[in-house]
């Protein structure tokens, strides 16, 4: 169920301008994807970074962001936006994160080594900890490995990371100024996983295709709470310059002190870049074997989800976003008392999402958002949907 994975976090298009580009590549591989929907030409770059601040001695760099924001729901209940995780108080002012990135690169053209952390602190934090690890309680660190790069012909190099690291599934990234919507959708918090501290071997084969293989503790968990391990697959295609698809799988047991109770499941997400507008499709698939956790602890529990994205760039300073999601989570297993949502089997839930984004200053991010969410059952304080708008603000640096 969902109380299994309390816990959430988070490759994608900002539309802003002003600041020195790069590539969707480079920019999903520092957030802890290896350029899951990455065109493969640099010269697409729809993608802004955050500006680095760089120590040449140790050949460090820092970088990071700070966010806050305002959001009211029609349908909150003392003041708790209900299905939300970052965006879950209504009527208020939130301090979203201070976060915090360190990064030693690697030379991939030889044997060398490196490492990445990510920390993160305000009100963010709570919902982003693995089990077993935090730095408080508005506090988390939620990317801290160490990578050694084994050279290859190619030049490319194979890349071993040992410690905790991002998911590699979904289209949203934890770090929200680096999604196209400011909220996050019922993919990314129902049913994916966000961390794993394991290893994973990852590797470039050419410009078409990459690959990464990950053995892990489990989701959302530093110290494993059963027997045994679990793992993960992806494969990523890159037929065209904008053109880009993956292929994820998953599988292992998630449950306290079960190492027999299997959850496996697959995804797949794919993008295409026309001009100025890149639309993302993403489709996930679940199972877990029955197990006492579960709403109906007698059956396996299954569900699957679909969303997809329309990011435009209006003009170098203005960009346009559009989300909508479905998942139907028959046994609510992922949605039952998660977020304040209290499910029945047979759970379908949707949104619809518009975000304004605003880069009119240098460094600085403005988004307004609209978002409906519909569910087939009555859980927004006693009604099957509610309405929301949002506010947010952020700052790079």
């Not at 900002?14 to 030409?41: C, E, F, H, W, Y």
């Not at 697959?266 to 679940?286: F, W």
């Not at 329309?310 to 046994?331: H, M, N």
Request: include cysteine.
């Amino acid at each position: 169920m969902r109380g299994t994975r309390r816990r959430a976090i988070g490759a994608c298009t900002l539309l802003l301008t002003n600041v020195d580009a790069i590539s969707v590549q480079s920019m999903v591989a520092t957030a802890g994807r290896m350029d899951t929907m990455a065109p493969k030409d640099d010269s697409t770059t729809i993608v802004k970074p955050v500006p680095e601040v760089i120590l040449p001695l140790l050949g460090l760099k820092f970088s990071g962001y700070v966010e806050s924001a305002f959001n009211m729901s029609n349908r909150a209940s003392d003041r708790a936006i209900v299905g939300r995780l970052y965006e879950r108080t209504s009527n208020q002012f939130s301090l979203n994160a201070l976060k915090l990135s360190v990064d030693r690169a690697y030379d991939a053209t030889k044997l060398d080594a490196g490492f990445h952390a990510d920390m993160i602190f305000g009100q963010n934090a709570p919902v982003l900890q693995s089990a077993g690890f935090n730095l408080g309680l508005n506090g988390d660190g939620y990317q801290l490995y160490g990578t050694l790069n084994f050279p290859t012909a190619n030049g490319n190099g194979v890349q071993v990371k040992i410690g905790l690291m991002a998911t590699f599934l979904g289209m949203e990234l934890i770090e929200t100024p680096l999604n196209p919507n400011v909220s996050i959708a019922n993919q990314f918090i129902y049913v994916e996983n966000f961390t794993q501290t394991g290893m994973s071997v990852e590797h470039r084969f050419n410009k078409y295709v990459d690959a990464q293989v990950r053995v892990l503790n489990g989701w959302d968990q530093v110290q494993d709470v059963n027997g045994r391990l679990s793992y993960m697959a992806r494969v990523g295609l890159a037929p065209g310059a904008s053109t880009s698809v993956a292929f994820s799988a998953f599988t292992g047991p998630e449950q306290a002190d079960n190492n027999s109770a299997m959850r496996s499941g697959v995804e797949v997400l794919a993008s295409q870049r026309i001009g100025k507008v890149t639309t993302y499709v993403q489709g996930d698939y679940g199972r877990e074997q029955m197990n006492e956790a579960l709403p109906d602890p007698t059956r396996d529990a299954t569900w699957w989800a679909a969303g997809t994205w329309l990011v435009v760039e209006a003009t170098p300073k203005v960009g346009i976003a559009l989300r909508g999601d479905y998942l139907a989570d028959r046994a609510s297993a992922r949605t039952a008392s998660a977020f304040g949502i209290v499910g029945a089997p047979g759970h379908r839930l949707s949104s619809a999402t518009a975000t304004l984004n605003l880069k009119t200053m240098p460094n600085v991010l403005i988004r307004p958002e609209l978002r409906f969410d519909r569910s087939n059952q009555q859980v927004f304080a006693a009604r099957n949907q509610q309405f929301s708008v949002g506010l947010s603000a952020t700052y790079l640096f």
